[in-house]
């Protein structure tokens, strides 16, 4: 059986995570998690095909051609908020030109709407709850047959097939199929070498922000030994750095420290960086990181406001902010600190005190993005409960124009203060003689202009 993992096409260079999609801010991209993890899989059993519209720039009409002729029985396609109509009339229209196709989508929102979707999108055949679920395999080789299996929704005889819940704190998954994406396709301005991939060693986050989906998957952690299995397979490959996507890499000290310690012992050469939990960062954990090729750690700081941290449960202050900066830049690690601009409760004040302190914490990189009402959040319910928000919105960005009004702000003087934010940061002469101190290469100050040109532009 053939089976396309398919990356939809768009009119942006669209990013669809598992947690949330959202367009690329300036000139970055990596490859999408839930369909690397799957190829691996899948690999074994079945004739597996690739298709990154979006890093390829393909447009829908080239999508259709190919499918037309590579001729999948299955196409698993990501999906996410950014993009679910048009992924949506995709999936219909090539449908309509073979209704044998068996269509699955999958995306992170499918386990609070998996049985909506299904019941409104016929063409759509399955869910994936949960992409790391081995189930997926024996479900696409008997599908149909009223089975409930893990991370699997369908449906069957026109009744709604339920997925098994799986409440397992770890897992293991073979080794994701690296070269089907080529690794020279994408790209990070941070990154410090090419080429470069995306690696996983957990799924979801113990913790429970008010505006994060991360924390309503769960959370469960990848066996230690898959994880150094996968990286010695990319070290094969000639893969020079690493993505630890996960949404919180540093929460566990003696999981880092063990899996940094194996690294070395292994020999594997890369630079890396990873999302961090701010809260968990220490002494020992940065040593050991740096020591394993780690040169950024990026940090979900969000406001510069203390009643806003405790509003959306961050369960950290500003000062322990700055210490824990200071602590991470102390052993040569650089910081990208995330920032969310227009939370109900802000107000301009307090939001130019978000802007003063990333400039004041004068940290490598900063993302600005604004407050969206992602399914499964506490910031959804709110915004639903108090009128900001139609009940049927689904389609949204957090790269883009605001959606929410508050008591406080509108959509335009959120987007006005979120460009501001990116402006006054990135555009400082101390910042920019900075940066260009730090390029390397020819080719790193072509990518700097480059994302420096989008960033302005898309600000």
Request: proline letters at 4%; a neutral charge; charged letters at 25%.
């Amino acid at each position: 059986m053939k089976v396309l993992l398919l990356n939809p096409p768009g009119d942006q260079l669209y990013i669809r995570d598992y947690y949330c999609s959202f367009a690329s801010k300036a000139d970055y991209y990596w490859p999408p998690q839930d369909l690397l993890v799957l190829s691996g899989i899948l690999f074994s059993e079945f004739e597996v095909i690739v298709l990154d519209s979006i890093i390829r720039r393909l447009k829908e009409a080239q999508v259709a051609e190919f499918v037309e002729t590579k001729k999948p029985e299955v196409i698993i396609y990501t999906t996410g908020t950014a993009t679910l109509k048009s992924d949506l009339e995709l999936m219909s229209k090539l449908k309509k030109r073979n209704k044998q196709l068996f269509i699955i989508a999958s995306a992170g929102i499918m386990k609070f709407i998996g049985q909506e979707y299904l019941e409104n999108y016929p063409f759509v055949d399955a869910v994936l709850t949960d992409f790391t679920e081995l189930d997926i395999k024996e479900f696409l080789n008997q599908p149909g047959n009223g089975k409930q299996y893990r991370g699997v929704m369908y449906r069957h005889n026109q009744e709604i097939v339920k997925n098994v819940e799986d409440n397992s704190r770890d897992f293991s998954v073979p080794i994701p199929r690296h070269e089907l994406f080529d690794p020279h396709l994408y790209r990070l301005p941070i990154a410090e070498r090419m080429p470069i991939a995306e690696v996983i060693t957990s799924l979801g986050c113990p913790y429970h922000c008010a505006f994060c989906t991360a924390g309503a998957y769960g959370y469960k952690t990848r066996d230690i030994e898959g994880v150094i299995e996968e990286l010695k397979y990319l070290s094969s490959l000639g893969v020079k750095e690493i993505l630890f996507q996960d949404p919180t890499f540093t929460i566990n000290t003696k999981r880092v420290t063990t899996l940094c310690h194996l690294m070395q012992k292994e020999g594997l050469d890369f630079t890396w960086s990873c999302n961090a939990d701010i809260k968990s960062m220490n002494e020992e954990k940065i040593k050991a990181m740096k020591a394993a090729g780690c040169h950024t750690v990026s940090v979900g700081i969000e406001s510069g406001s203390d009643e806003i941290l405790q509003k959306y449960a961050k369960m950290i202050t500003v000062e322990d902010i700055r210490e824990k900066v200071r602590l991470i830049r102390e052993y040569g690690v650089r910081v990208l600190g995330y920032f969310i601009i227009g939370l109900p409760g802000e107000d301009r004040q307090s939001i130019l005190k978000t802007i003063a302190l990333a400039k004041k914490l004068d940290l490598d990189f900063a993302s600005f993005t604004v407050a969206t009402p992602d399914v499964g959040t506490r910031l959804r319910q709110e915004a639903l409960a108090k009128g900001w928000i139609a009940p049927d919105v689904d389609v949204f960005d957090s790269t883009g124009f605001p959606i929410i009004k508050t008591e406080n702000l509108t959509p335009e003087e959120v987007w006005a203060l979120r460009r501001k934010a990116v402006r006054s940061f990135y555009f400082r002469p101390a910042y920019i003689w900075r940066r260009l101190k730090s390029l390397r290469k020819w080719k790193d100050v072509q990518l700097a202009v480059t994302n420096a040109l989008n960033l302005w532009r898309k600000s």
